[in-house]
């Protein structure tokens, strides 16, 4: 299978003027890039809706085994204009078979300049606002997954922005077409016009963000931030938004009473609910033995509830028990499957804590991350070793879902996942 | 009892000579700054070679360091592995800007320091203005007098507390320190290398050995300054992240 789309075509051209350019400034033109190769291997079966349904009906088409990707970055930078790009190979390997994805994408590609007082940029550009490690609230514009075993290429927004800067402080106007390109399909997030704004100051040697968003869909959203640094080896940081609508996923009512228990339809909905917050604060420490420790802790409002959790794992129950009493196994296992619709979420949980230690030994650094979903979600470890060479780097990476059977944890893909990877700079 | 007078005289002579010492001590350590990079409204290429145990080069990065005034400095990463990093230093407060990023990441002085490059060491803000110096004394280098200046940091966020600085004593030339955290913990030793630049001499190479990470040694070479006019707004860490492609 093979992706393009108008921004490839358009960028294709955008390179070829560039490649002109360059040929003639090249002593104006930075090009850079790497290449990226990972394997990931899962290990177990996870007590989760997927599992179930290959238990009932032997399809474990959809219960991955491993896995990798290859991709390449080729970036071009010039004083007055940016253009990088992305191609990748993705290979997934499922019980019973696999299946690859080919995908180019322009992961940036604007052209800036000065107006007045004003630096302008206008394309496709990455925009990353907020402060903090493993959540973002304010990063109203760009939304990162902050979890993925390997980290993904971020790819821009198109807009049009405009910045204003003093010696201490900075205001940031842009108007975009917002897309959530690593949303889930199941949540139906249409590309959004949005205009967004950040104030920064840096009083007393503190750090102070102000951040706003108004979107056609999703409304208005305001949001504050700060960073201060109390000592030489201590940073604390925090960050709040508030948000007037949210897209969440619910339960169409009734499924459990259609005949045998059997729904016809996906019963996970997504549906706009009214307004909600977000929150983060967190603390790192570095010590002069190169041992570096993060602790976070935060709200999402966005996430589900307990309660939708709670009626999840009673439905997943009951499918499971009348798929096992002789009923219709195949019927039993597509319900299960549309259960799993809800762990394609971004964000699964609202009560997170997040600890992090992570020790260098010269250019190898080993690194432990521990993420709990309080109050009964269980957890994830993720424990790591990574070796920077000259132009390279290797990382080796173990993720382990623990905490209670029946914890949310517990319940995605399989119980352990190994990342192995190379990345070479150019 | 008869007053020992030679002795008079020799106390007398010890605190006029201590009053002068702590003037000519002032006078050295400017001179010795000046004798290092970082000046205002300059540019220059920088390589930090780390050495293994055998003297071998086991890692090498390139640098440019942008000086605008005092205390206020831009270290731009030019290694493949790390092209587009950016590190701005400014009245002790410490921001990092990554590529494809839009988000100046605070760090704390101790990262600074502790990161693979010792951006801070790079880039050494002023010892006139950052440190007083609290003690000097004659000190024994081989076949010159040298004077081991005392000094404490100005501020509490001055990356290294306490430094104990030897300078050539006739000529203020530094020659070698030792540098020192908040807690009083041996952070690094700093050997000096001057060399001709234009008319005068000025730093051209450190040597650091960091006690923090047994002992490794890394060797930081300076080029020749060039006049070079920073923009203000890389001076805001906002800025910096849009300061796109840095010559």
């Known amino acids: ?426 | 009892m008869k007053p020992n007078r030679s002795l008079l005289v020799a106390v007398l002579a010890l605190c006029s000579s201590a009053g002068a010492l702590s003037m000519d001590a002032q006078t050295l350590l400017r001179r010795a700054n000046e004798f290092r990079a970082g000046r205002p409204d300059t540019r220059i290429d920088v390589t930090v070679k780390a050495l293994g145990a055998d003297g071998a080069v086991s890692k090498e990065r390139a640098y440019s360091v942008y000086t605008a005034e005092a205390g206020k400095t831009v270290v731009v990463m030019r290694s493949p592995s790390e092209v587009g990093q950016k590190v701005l230093m400014a009245d002790e407060q410490f921001w990092m800007v990554l590529p494809n990023s839009q988000r100046p990441m605070r760090i704390t002085p101790m990262q600074k320091l502790l990161g693979d490059a010792s951006v801070g060491d790079i880039a050494t803000s002023s010892w006139v203005g950052d440190y007083e110096v609290v003690g000097s004394a004659p000190h024994s280098c081989e076949a010159r007098a040298c004077e081991k200046l005392d000094l404490r940091a100005a501020r509490p966020s001055v990356t290294y507390q306490r430094m104990v600085l030897i300078v050539d004593a006739v000529t203020a030339k530094p020659i070698s320190a030792d540098l020192y955290l908040q807690s009083d913990k041996l952070a690094k030793q700093a050997r000096f290398t001057l060399g001709k630049s234009g008319s005068g001499e000025s730093l051209q190479e450190m040597v650091f050995r960091d006690a923090l990470a047994n002992g490794k040694t890394t060797r930081i070479s300076y080029g020749v300054a060039q006049k070079y006019s920073v923009p203000k707004t890389w001076l805001n860490p906002m800025g910096l992240i849009h300061s796109g492609q840095i010559d």
């Open chain 1, 1 to 426: 299978m093979r992706r393009t789309g108008p921004w490839v075509r358009a960028s294709r051209r955008l390179l070829v003027a560039l490649a002109c350019y360059g040929s003639a400034h090249a002593q104006d033109l930075t090009v850079g890039g790497d290449a990226r190769l990972y394997l990931r291997s899962t290990t177990g079966t996870s007590g989760g809706p997927l599992s179930s349904a290959a238990q009932l009906d032997g399809d474990g088409s959809l219960l991955e085994r491993g896995g990798g990707f290859w991709d390449g970055m080729l970036r071009l930078a010039h004083r007055h204009a940016v253009f990088s790009v992305a191609g990748t190979v993705d290979h997934v390997s499922h019980h019973g078979g696999g299946s690859s994805v080919r995908t180019a994408r322009v992961l940036e590609g604007y052209v800036t300049g000065d107006a007045g007082a004003f630096k302008v940029f206008a394309g496709k550009r990455v925009v990353s606002w907020d402060v903090g490690y493993g959540f973002r609230p304010n990063d109203v514009v760009q939304s990162e997954y902050r979890h993925a075993l390997v980290a993904p290429r971020l790819e821009g927004q198109v807009m049009l922005q405009a910045d204003w800067y003093s010696e201490r402080s900075s205001a940031t106007v842009l108007a975009a077409r917002q897309r959530d390109t690593g949303a889930p399909p199941a949540m139906d997030l249409h590309p959004e016009g949005i205009v967004a704004g950040r104030g920064y100051w840096n009083v007393d040697g503190n750090d102070l963000y102000l951040f706003l968003k108004a979107g056609r869909l999703s409304g208005i959203s305001t949001g504050l931030a700060a960073v201060t640094v109390p000592s030489e080896s201590t940073s604390l940081y925090g960050s709040v938004r508030t948000l007037e609508q949210r897209r969440t996923m619910t339960f169409a009512s009734g499924p459990a009473n259609a005949v045998g228990g059997l729904a016809s339809s996906n019963p996970v909905l997504v549906t706009d609910a009214g307004r909600a917050w977000q929150g983060v604060i967190g603390a790192t420490w570095t010590g002069p033995q190169r041992l570096s420790l993060i602790a976070e802790v935060w709200w999402d409002g966005l996430a589900p509830s307990a309660t939708f959790w709670r009626d999840w794992q009673a439905r997943n129950a009951q499918l499971r028990a009348m798929g096992g009493l002789g009923g219709p196994a195949a019927a039993y296992a597509g319900n299960l499957r549309w259960q799993a619709t809800a762990l394609e979420q971004r964000s699964l949980w609202r009560r997170n804590l997040l600890l992090r230690a992570a020790k260098k030994f010269d250019d190898l650094e080993l690194s432990a991350e521990a993420l709990a979903w309080i109050d009964g979600g269980g957890w994830m470890l993720t424990v790591g070793a990574s070796q920077d060479l000259d132009r390279a780097s290797l990382e080796l990476r173990w993720r382990q879902s623990l905490g209670p059977q029946g914890g949310l944890a517990r319940q995605l893909g399989g119980a352990g996942t190994l990342a192995a990877g190379v990345k070479v700079a150019f």
